[in-house]
């Protein structure tokens, strides 16, 4: 089993952008319905460039989740999404920055969640310590609303202005 563990952040500005050594474009369906109070996990299929993976994570809402991803066909991910996702597929670029000894991610989202920009770290423990950098602002991590399965229930782009800060 994998437990991932990372901090979520919006950000201040676009410094960040200078910084990006790698980009690559993301489209992720879900496939369960997470409205269901007896669910305990999202199943998502994600192409990431040219690959497509099936994912499983629980839904524990903070810095740390159970999480499996398994690689599938390229062509399978590409059908699931078109017939079997719930709720519209979530597109973004996903920007790749490193400070100091972690590499951020960073999701410029499109579509229904057009404007929404969040950074993530993954760190090895709860209590780990990391540089922050300038560009990075408030954190997030709490905040259930800026989850992806989230963003597929109810986009960014339907949300008050207060709601957006």
């Known amino acids: 089993m994998a437990r991932e563990i990372e901090r979520k952040f919006l950000l201040k500005n676009q ?33 990431e460039g040219d690959k497509a993976n099936m ?34 597929v979530i597109e973004k670029e996903r920007h790749l920055v490193t400070v100091d000894s972690h590499t951020w991610e960073i999701d410029e989202f499109f579509g229904d969640n057009q404007g929404l920009v969040i950074a993530e770290v993954e760190i090895q423990s709860e209590d780990e310590t990391f540089s922050m950098p300038e560009w990075a602002g408030r954190e997030v991590t709490e905040e259930v609303r800026f989850y992806n399965i989230s963003l597929s229930k109810r986009p960014f782009n339907s949300w008050s202005e207060d709601e957006k800060q």
């Open 15 to 47: 410094d960040w952008k200078a910084l990006a050594h790698k980009k690559t474009h993301f489209a992720q369906g879900y496939l369960n319905d997470i409205s269901d109070k007896s669910a305990k996990s999202s199943v998502r299929v994600r192409i």
């Open 55 to 88: 994912n499983i994570k629980s839904l524990e809402i903070g810095l740390s989740r159970d999480e499996y991803e398994y690689e599938i066909p390229l062509d399978d991910g590409k059908k699931i999404l078109a017939t079997l996702a719930s709720g519209p």
